[in-house]
T-cell receptor, first 111, second 113 residues
Framework: DAKTTQPTSMDCAEGRAANLPCNHS???????VYWYRQIHSQGPQYIIHGLKNNETNEMASLIITEDRKSSTLILPHATLRDTAVYYC????????????FGKGTLLTVNP | KAGVTQTPRYLIKTRGQQVTLSCSPI?????VSWYQQTPGQGLQFLFE???????NKGNFPGRFSGRQFSNSRSEMNVSTLELGDSALYLC????????????FGSGTQLSVL
């Protein structure tokens, strides 16, 4: 699976949009970009995933660049409960369901 | 719909003992994966089971083993515990198809003394 690079930490004001970047310059054509987050002492929570097109769900939006070498997770209106470690993961298709977690980005939402 | 259930939530063992952790996946999910999380190494993949067969395996010693039952429930076993095995052990379930997302449980916090 391709390696990802994320900033170690980011801050965001409550109510503002949080934009979390991820670099995955070695991504292959059949690899998906997944985002998970982990609130302290809980299991990771799925947020969103995509292959080529931008995606949106009730939690967030995922913007993938045209060359697929980077992506941005957008939380449109961050709340204090969004404070968590956010993981960007690239996973191949087929029968390999292993997720390789990096260090992730600690997002702190401030009041 | 009930989520992924892991038992026990906390466990304290001593070096040399063995331990068995349990995971009940979401109803209808046939894939169960196990991860170890430590402050130093982060989240690391242990193994994945699908329809009672181990389908993928991470880079852990043979002391770490698992199995899946016909009802998709899974157990993982760690034998001859070492201090370094102290970690949060997370179980995740999914339908097991290509694009599927994982649903994680809250984990079992294992402390080895």
């Amino acid at each position: 699976d391709a390696k990802t690079t994320q900033p170690t930490s980011m801050d965001c004001a409550e109510g503002r949009a949080a934009n979390l970047p991820c670099n995955h310059s070695t991504i292959s054509g059949n690899e998906y970009v997944y985002w998970y987050r982990q609130i302290h002492s809980q299991g990771p929570q799925y947020i969103i995933h995509g292959l080529k097109n931008n995606e949106t769900n009730e939690m967030a939006s995922l913007i993938i660049t045209e060359d697929r070498k980077s992506s941005t997770l957008i939380l449109p209106h961050a709340t204090l409960r969004d404070t968590a470690v956010y993981y960007c993961i690239v996973r191949g298709g087929g029968s390999n369901y292993k997720l390789t977690f990096g260090k992730g980005t600690l997002l702190t939402v401030n009041p | 719909k009930a989520g992924v259930t892991q038992t026990p939530r906390y466990l304290i063992k001593t070096r040399g003992q063995q331990v068995t952790l349990s995971c009940s996946p979401i109803s209808g999910h046939r894939s169960v994966s196990w991860y170890q999380q430590t402050p130093g190494q982060g989240l690391q993949f242990l193994f994945e089971y699908f329809s009672e067969t181990q389908r993928n395996k991470g880079n852990f010693p043979g002391r770490f083993s698992g199995r899946q039952f016909s009802n998709s429930r899974s157990e993982m076993n760690v034998s001859t515990l070492e201090l370094g095995d102290s970690a949060l052990y997370l179980c995740a379930s999914s339908h097991g198809t290509e694009e599927n997302r994982l649903f994680f449980g809250s984990g079992t916090q294992l402390s080895v003394l």
